[in-house]
Structure formats: structure tokens, C-alpha cells
């Protein structure tokens, strides 16, 4: 196994990002599908504005205090590999192992799979207004394969390229979501205020209520996701120590903003009724505002989003695959890096090939999107969770380590975070049994490569 120093700055890569690639990077990230698509489940559950509000409230500090902790980890190991870089030093080589096992078979190509399907059904929406036209499911299939391949193929070829992609889309977000925010909540004669008060609160407020705040939950949360996108490619990254905690606080803090600018949008063109029911509700919201033109913009408006997001997320994660091949916990292949273009090719053809499966899949049920988040949220928060204990590890075990950067309010931050995706885990558990309990199967499915290949490899090293 390759030894890596992991609090050192030494790297192979070529550090061609600077702060505002990585903020780039973190909002390509998190802007994607979901604020085009949570509204409608979480309304759907939740059933009042005010509840509605507070769950987008609740997921967005909770993911800035998330970031907290990450950025102590991020300046402390400014490693390509994010989470699964934090959770090997912590808690050894097997926990990293299935960490980055379920996040490939999992969890992260399956969000790559889902993003270009969106992209494919916002495609087929700007059809269906333009030319009244419905795409059949081979078709939106083959859009999203494409989506997913066109991207692969521009990461093959270096991250210079790819930063500077992460910059144009980055902006392009900020433009598009900013000017369906300004149109949403200028067309005062098309809205309605009372959308946002009708109803305001719930009928009852009891224990069915607690878990819907929490089932909702689930999907802000997933609309959050993405944001550690940065920790990934730390290796690339100019002045990991310092750009890296930057970047996520400039960038959640961001799309925290124009999240709720969004929502208040929508709840002004449509009413809450309308939200819970909706297939497309940017759509909606902008054909209310502005008619027909309006549902034009808005379809190329989300599928620049998307595109720009499965971009993003190709360039991270292909990383951290690459990460646990190079430390001999996952395909040998995958640890190599293009001679030329200094990128992880095999890791990016292989996570290309894998969401490719789950695409097949993800057409073939009626509600994919809303399956795939109840199907990897558990995994991916006791995982969240193994990796905010690390800190407290990583300070007993490498007191001596350089931190930069050191979590705001400790250990009252780290014990209060933790409390919360417990119970946030269980009520997941509560509402979701069967997609989290197959997700958490798949991911022990990777106990059996490890034990029965890699311990015979380190083995017969020795």
C-alpha cells in the first residue's frame, strides 16, 4: 500500500485552483436538482408554510454548522478524498473502505444518475412548451446517458479545463436562479401573499407531525448535499489550508440565501396546494409569472443548473475514488492518473460506466427521484456522523497536528450536531425502513471485497 502523508501539502496534482474555482466548485455542487424538485415532497409532508420555511431553515444551518467541522479537517489533511480521507485516519482503513464503497455503489453515482435524468426531463418540459412534444422514456434515458458521458469525456482532460467550466456554470447559476428570484417576487399582480399564510400552520402539532418535519427534512437536506465538494479535490486546491474552509463558508452561505429566495417565489406565484402537487414547480411558477416565456426560461434556466452540477460532481468524486485506490482499499485501476492531463481517468471512466447502471435503473421506476434520496440518506448519515465524531479522534490521537483552522465553539458544536443527525437518523429510519435498509445492505456488501481481497493482499505482502 502507497504510504500518503496525509497532513502534508505534498501532492501529484497540479494545484490550478484558486478560491474562486473552490467556491465555484461548492455552489456547482449544491445547486442542482433540488431546489427544483424538494419543494414538492417537503410541502407534500409538511403541509403549511410555516413548517415549509422551517425545514429549509433547519437544513441550511444545519449544513453550515456541518461545514464547521469539515473545515478543521480540510485544513488539517488537505488530501484529495474528502470524508473518506477524514474517517481512514480516524477510525482505520476498514471504516474508510465501506465509507467510499457505499458512497460508489451508493450514494454518489446514483446522484450523478438522478441530476442528468432531471436534466432530461427539464429538457423534455422546454420541448413539451415549445412544441407541444412528449419524449418517451428511452429517449429521456438516452439524454441523460449522453449528459453523463459529454461531461466524463471534458474531465478526462484536466482540471484547468474543468475549473474553468465549474466558473462559467457557477455563474451562470447565480445569474439564472437570481433573475427567476427577481421575477418570482416582483410579478406581484400574477402572485398571491396570502399563499404564504394559507395555511400558516399546521391543524395539530404531535408526534405524526415531528416525523414529517423530519422526512421532509430529508429532501432540504438532499438539496443541500454536495457542499464538501471542495475537500475532495484538496490536492488541486492553491492554499488548501486557507481556501478550503473559505469556500464552503462563501458558498453555503450563498445558496442558503438564494434558496429561500427561491421558495419565496414560489410560494408567491403558487399556493402551497399547488407546490405539493406539482411535477415541475419552477416551472409552474415561472409560467404563472410570465406565461409561456416564463416556462421557457426557467426549463433552460434548471437545465443549465444540472448540467453544470453533474460537471461538478464528476470532477469530485472521481477523486475520492481515485483516493482509496491509491491507499489500496478499492480497484487498483483506479489509482492511476493520466500521464499527461495529471487526471484519474480509470476512476472517471469507471464512475461513468457505474451511474450508467443506475440510470438504467432510475428509469424504470415512476418516482426515482424521491426513491433515490430515501434510499441513500441513512447510509450517508451515519457515515456524516462517523466522519464528526473524527475530529475528536483525530485531536487525541495527532494532538501535535497543524490546524489552521479549528471548529467554532467546540466540543458544544460537535456534541450539538451529533445529537441532531441521531435523531434526525431515526426518524429516517422511522419513515424510510425498506430503501434504508437496503442501502445500508448494499454497503456492507463491500465487507466481503475487503475482507476477502484486500486482507489477502496485504497478506501475501507480507
Not at 481512514?88 to 450523478?112: H, K, Q
Not at 447565480?174 to 427567476?180: N, T
Request: hydrophobic share 50%; with cysteine; net charge positive.
Amino acid at each position: 500500500m502507497t504510504q500518503i502523508n496525509q497532513f502534508s501539502e505534498t501532492t501529484d496534482y497540479k494545484r490550478d485552483l484558486g478560491l474562486t474555482e473552490s467556491v465555484s466548485i461548492v455552489i456547482g455542487r449544491i445547486i442542482g436538482s433540488g431546489i427544483f424538485r424538494t419543494p414538492t415532497p417537503i410541502m407534500l409532508l409538511v403541509g403549511c408554510t410555516s413548517l415549509f420555511g422551517l425545514v429549509w431553515v433547519i437544513g441550511g444551518v444545519l449544513t453550515i454548522f456541518s461545514a464547521v467541522i469539515y473545515a478543521e479537517l480540510a485544513a488539517m489533511m488537505p488530501r484529495s478524498g474528502g470524508p473518506y480521507v477524514y474517517i481512514r485516519t480516524a477510525y482505520g482503513p476498514f471504516w474508510a473502505f465501506l465509507r467510499g464503497w457505499a458512497m460508489f455503489f451508493v450514494s454518489e453515482t446514483g446522484a450523478i444518475a438522478a441530476v442528468a435524468l432531471v436534466f432530461a426531463e427539464y429538457l423534455n418540459a422546454l420541448v413539451v412548451i415549445t412544441y407541444g412534444t412528449q419524449f418517451d422514456k428511452t429517449i429521456t434515458f438516452l439524454i441523460a446517458l449522453t449528459t453523463i458521458w459529454i461531461m466524463t469525456t471534458a474531465n478526462l482532460y484536466g482540471v484547468y479545463l474543468s475549473g474553468k467550466i465549474q466558473n462559467v456554470f457557477a455563474a451562470v447559476k447565480i445569474i439564472a436562479v437570481g433573475a427567476i428570484i427577481g421575477i418570482g417576487l416582483t410579478s406581484i399582480k400574477t402572485g398571491n401573499i396570502s399563499n404564504f399564510t394559507t395555511p400558516l400552520w399546521p391543524e395539530t402539532f404531535n408526534f405524526s407531525t415531528i416525523l414529517a418535519i423530519g422526512a421532509a427534512l430529508r429532501y432540504s437536506l438532499f438539496a443541500f448535499s454536495g457542499w464538501e465538494g471542495a475537500t475532495y479535490i484538496a490536492e488541486e486546491v492553491k492554499n488548501p489550508r486557507r481556501n478550503l474552509p473559505l469556500s464552503l463558508f462563501l458558498g453555503i452561505s450563498g445558496v442558503m440565501v438564494l434558496y429561500m429566495s427561491a421558495n419565496a417565489a414560489y410560494l408567491l406565484q403558487l399556493s402551497p396546494a399547488t407546490i405539493a402537487k406539482s411535477k415541475w414547480v419552477a416551472t409552474e411558477a415561472m409560467q404563472v409569472a410570465m406565461g409561456a416565456t416564463g416556462g421557457i426560461l426557467i426549463s433552460i434556466a434548471v437545465m443549465l443548473n444540472t448540467f453544470g452540477n453533474i460537471s461538478t460532481q464528476i470532477l469530485c468524486k472521481a477523486r475520492a475514488w481515485q483516493a482509496m485506490a491509491r491507499d489500496g482499499l478499492f480497484f487498483k485501476s483506479f489509482a492511476n492518473l493520466h500521464p499527461i492531463y495529471k487526471t484519474p481517468n480509470v476512476a472517471l471512466l469507471g464512475q461513468g460506466l457505474w451511474a450508467s447502471v443506475l440510470l438504467i435503473f432510475a428509469v424504470s421506476t415512476a418516482k426515482s427521484y424521491e426513491v433515490m434520496i430515501d434510499f441513500f440518506a441513512a447510509t450517508s448519515t451515519i457515515f456524516n456522523i462517523m466522519t464528526f465524531g473524527s475530529i475528536y479522534l483525530l485531536r487525541q490521537k495527532y494532538p501535535n497536528a497543524e490546524r489552521p483552522y479549528k471548529a467554532w465553539l467546540y466540543p458544544y458544536s460537535l456534541i450539538g450536531i451529533i445529537i441532531f443527525y441521531l435523531i434526525y437518523l431515526g426518524i429516517t429510519f422511522w419513515t424510510a425502513v425498506v430503501p434504508s435498509l437496503i442501502g445500508i445492505a448494499l454497503t456492507f456488501t463491500g465487507a466481503i471485497y475487503y475482507f476477502w481481497d484486500v486482507i489477502k493482499k496485504f497478506i501475501s505482502q507480507e
